[in-house]
């Protein structure tokens, strides 16, 4: 094998070597970028969401609330409500068990047995 050759040969080893290992490097760079941005974009992300939930928690809060706050007030005025109307079918209950009472004493009088007469002796 004559020296040109071989010259050739190493060369052509030595450029293979050289492309082979600029493209690892150049490999490794880019995924570490990529790893860097991803790295910086999931913490953006995770900020961001973190903060979302936040304000949905406070707003949630808020309105869990103001709800409360309504249905206890519609319920208060319920109860009074209930309680006007039980009050009043209350009373109509009892004038009309009185009328019926009173209704029942003047039936029984006209079904009841013949009055006989009393003639004084005089």
Request: cysteine-free.
């Amino acid at each position: 094998m004559s020296a040109d050759t071989l010259t050739i040969i190493v060369s052509a080893i030595g450029v293979v070597l050289t492309l082979g290992a600029s493209l690892f490097a150049a490999g490794a760079w880019m995924i570490r970028r990529i790893d860097e941005r991803l790295g910086t974009v999931d913490h953006r992300l995770s900020t961001g969401i973190d903060t979302v939930e936040e304000k949905l928690a406070a707003r949630i809060g808020s309105v869990e609330e103001k709800l409360a706050a309504r249905i206890g007030s519609v319920e208060d005025k319920l109860t009074t409500r209930i309680d006007s109307v039980e009050e009043k079918l209350t009373t109509h209950i009892d004038a009309v068990a009185a009328d019926v009472t009173d209704l029942k004493i003047a039936v029984a009088r006209l079904e009841g047995p013949p009055r006989h007469l009393l003639v004084s002796g005089s």
